[in-house]
């Protein structure tokens, strides 16, 4: 059986959501329109109850920060936590 995925976004809010219609190769084709029809109808009006997507706001020294604290996280894990002796 195979499945429909459906992405769906509203432009006013900036938001998405993956609709998934099971069994969609077994439907009729206008059967199918009217589902998506519907779904699409139902799905932009939920996101638009929900209002505007958040912005996230970080300055550069928060940036620059998180960077920083995420390159070292790496040269630990290449380097490994333990000393090695040789």
Do not use: C, H
């Not at 912005?55 to 960077?67: F, I, N, P």
């Amino acid at each position: 059986m195979s499945r429909l995925w459906l992405p769906i976004k509203e432009e006013t809010t900036g938001r998405e959501q993956l609709i998934i219609i099971p069994g969609a190769s077994g439907m009729d084709k206008s059967q199918l329109v009217d589902i998506i029809n519907w779904q699409e109808e139902t799905t932009r009006q939920k996101l638009k109850a929900l209002g505007q997507k958040p912005k996230r706001v970080y300055s550069r020294k928060e940036v620059g920060q998180a960077l920083k604290e995420f390159r070292m996280f790496l040269e630990r894990k290449r380097q490994g936590t333990r000393k090695r002796y040789y």
